[in-house]
C-alpha cells in the first residue's frame, strides 16, 4: 500500500485552510491507526488522536453493518459546543480535520 507522500498531505492542508479558515489541525492517519503526518498538533497528540479515532471508525463501521444500512463509511462528522472533528477514511488513510467553532 503506497502512502501519501509529505507534498500531497502539504497540498491537502493548503487547499482545507484556505476553504476553511476555522481548521486549527489536520492528521493522515493510516488505516492501523498510527498517525502517517500532521498539521497543528505535536506528534505526541497525533498519535493519542490516532488510537482514538481509529476506535470509533472500527465501533462505526460496525454500526453501519448491524443496522444494515450497508455501504462503505465515507465521512463522520463530530460537532461539540467547542468544535468539530471531521473523518475522511480513505483505501491509503484517513484525513482527520479539528476545528473551532466560528
Same mark, same amino acid.
Given at each position: 500500500?503506497?502512502?501519501? @507522500?509529505?507534498?500531497?498531505?502539504?497540498?491537502?492542508? $493548503?487547499?482545507?485552510?484556505? $476553504? =476553511? #479558515? +476555522?481548521?486549527?489541525?489536520?492528521?493522515?492517519? *493510516?488505516?492501523?491507526? =498510527? #498517525?502517517? !503526518?500532521?498539521?497543528?498538533? /505535536?506528534?505526541?497528540?497525533?498519535?493519542?488522536?490516532?488510537?482514538? &479515532? *481509529?476506535?470509533?471508525?472500527?465501533?462505526? @463501521?460496525?454500526?453501519? *453493518? $448491524?443496522?444494515?444500512?450497508?455501504? +462503505? &463509511? @465515507? =465521512?463522520?462528522?463530530?460537532? /461539540? !459546543?467547542?468544535?468539530?472533528? @471531521?473523518?475522511?477514511? $480513505?483505501?491509503? =488513510?484517513?484525513?482527520? /480535520? &479539528?476545528?473551532? !467553532?466560528?
Amino acid at each position: 500500500m503506497a502512502m501519501p @507522500k509529505r507534498e500531497v498531505f502539504e497540498q491537502i492542508i $493548503q487547499r482545507i485552510t484556505s $476553504q =476553511f #479558515p +476555522d481548521v486549527y489541525a489536520a492528521l493522515f492517519i *493510516s488505516p492501523e491507526g =498510527f #498517525p502517517i !503526518n500532521s498539521w497543528g498538533v /505535536t506528534m505526541e497528540r497525533a498519535e493519542e488522536i490516532s488510537a482514538l &479515532l *481509529s476506535s470509533l471508525i472500527g465501533k462505526t @463501521k460496525d454500526v453501519i *453493518s $448491524q443496522v444494515k444500512e450497508g455501504g +462503505d &463509511l @465515507k =465521512f463522520i462528522q463530530i460537532q /461539540t !459546543n467547542m468544535g468539530g472533528i @471531521k473523518i475522511a477514511p $480513505q483505501e491509503e =488513510f484517513i484525513l482527520v /480535520t &479539528l476545528t473551532h !467553532n466560528e
